[in-house]
């Protein structure tokens, strides 16, 4: 059974996303929609928010945008043709997908891959590493005790 990874989404609300594009998502994903309430883009330990696009709303996007670049942020973007709509600058988005292009369920899971699969790995790796330095510390521990016993201490 998979970990349950979670994304960030902005923007348009995940529930006006087409159904077939909800369940794929869904399937990988417990998603925790926030809107256009971009404070969530201060928290550390997020590099990585999924954002759906449909109209222009220059103001979000720029506030959007800011963030990103001031706080070292990505966005992974979905979006809906719009003659009016503009797209984020590309130095802040890792992906950009057209919801008209093919190969969905195939791309959603390219970027679980690429983006949050490994956060979960990382984060197992830090923790053991962890381990093993409080571990080491205590041979570490014993090691300075036996040399303080045996050759300072006489």
């Known amino acids: 059974m998979r970990e349950t990874i979670t994304i960030h989404w902005l923007g348009e609300p995940f529930h006006s996303l087409p159904q077939h594009f909800r369940g ?3 399937s990988r994903f417990e998603v925790l929609d926030y809107g256009k309430d971009i404070a969530i883009m201060s928290e550390k330990g997020i590099d990585h928010y999924l954002i759906y696009l449909t109209q222009p709303d220059h ?6 945008s800011t963030l ?12 809906n043709k719009n003659e009016e709509l503009v797209l984020p600058q590309d ?9 008209g292009s093919s190969h969905f369920p195939d791309w959603i899971e390219s970027v679980r891959l690429k983006y949050f699969q490994g956060a979960t790995y990382n984060r197992n790796i830090d923790l053991n590493l962890e381990i093993n330095l409080l571990h080491n510390n205590s041979n570490l521990d ?3 005790q036996y040399v303080t016993k045996t ?3 006489k």
Not at 59 to 64: E, P
Not at 68 to 76: E, G, Q, R
């Open 59 to 64: 103001n979000f996007l720029k506030s959007v």
């Open 142 to 144: 014993r090691v300075i």
């Open 91 to 99: 130095n802040i988005c890792s992906e950009i997908y057209h919801l």
């Open 24 to 26: 794929d998502i869904e």
């Open 151 to 153: 050759f300072i201490e």
């Open 68 to 79: 990103c670049s001031n706080l070292d942020k990505k966005l992974i973007v979905l979006f």
